[in-house]
């Protein structure tokens, strides 16, 4: 099996960019994936195949990689941006999917 | 409108068999390259993904849960069927399906390993 490593946490002001990591062995070989899941509710999927932006995803948010890691931005942070994000891929086989542990936004 | 949604028991005891079914509408589970997947969360814990069938009946499992995990559809009902046997107490979860949709560029179709829609979820307790 492999795993996703995130950042447990990442804290940040109003109007920052917050940038929240994913690691993980296979994403220089897989897509990836970043969710947004607010208290009670379903994640929302926030970038497809590293980069891409669903319609109705704001433009602050974005997605990036270099090597074994990917990366979320989220440009000009507003308050209701706080929540937990997962990233996701699939193994080598691209048979099993996984996420990584997620981190919590937290906008001060 | 494309929605799922997620039913089943909300308390059984431990090393019981648990059975989720996943009601879709707004698409057909016999779409080309359409999957639907099972994915988990424990209260304040992260996400779990547990299995997926796609449109050709193409079945994968989380490793770690294989031998407890089978994963069904019925395209007459539109509906995906989730057992989980041995139910213990690490197993109390909200329990959720999601669509993976196909992605296409170019006409050009491959399977979607991500998740573009979910089911609000159904909380499973496992206790005596």
């Known amino acids: 099996s492999f795993e996703l490593t995130q950042p447990p946490s990442v804290s940040v002001s109003p109007g920052q960019t917050a940038r929240i990591t994913c690691s993980g062995e296979?994403?220089?070989?897989?897509?990836s994936y970043w969710y947004q899941q607010k208290p009670g509710q379903a994640p929302i999927l926030l970038i497809y195949?590293?980069?891409e932006r669903p319609s109705g995803i704001p433009e602050r948010f974005s997605g990036s990689t270099s090597g074994t890691t990917v990366t979320l931005t989220i440009s000009g942070v507003q308050t209701e941006d706080e929540a937990d994000y997962y990233c996701?891929?699939?193994?080598?086989?691209?048979?099993?999917?996984?996420f990584g542990g997620g981190t919590k936004l937290t906008v001060l | 409108q494309v929605t799922l949604k997620e039913s089943g028991p909300a308390l059984v005891k431990p090393t019981e068999t648990i059975t989720l079914t996943c009601s879709v509408s707004?698409?057909?589970?016999?779409?080309?390259?359409?999957?639907v997947s099972w994915i988990r969360q424990p209260p304040g814990k992260a996400l779990e993904w547990l299995a997926h069938?796609?449109?050709?009946?193409?079945?994968h499992y989380n490793t770690s849960l294989k031998n407890r995990l089978t994963i069904s559809k019925d395209t007459s009902k539109s509906q995906v069927v989730l057992t989980l046997t041995n139910m213990g107490p690490m197993d109390t979860a909200t329990y959720s399906c999601?669509?993976?949709?196909?992605?296409?560029?170019?006409?050009?179709?491959?399977?979607?390993?991500?998740?573009?829609?979910w089911g609000r979820g159904t909380l499973v307790a496992v206790s005596t």
């Open positions: 999601a669509r993976m949709p196909p992605f296409c560029a170019g006409g050009v179709c491959s399977y979607g390993w991500y998740f573009d829609l």
């Open positions: 707004g698409f057909s589970l016999d779409t080309p390259r359409m999957g």
């Open positions: 069938i796609f449109s050709n009946d193409e079945k």
């Open positions: 296979t994403l220089p070989n897989q897509w």
């Open positions: 195949k590293d980069t």
């Open positions: 996701q891929s699939a193994d080598r086989s691209a048979t099993c999917v996984v």
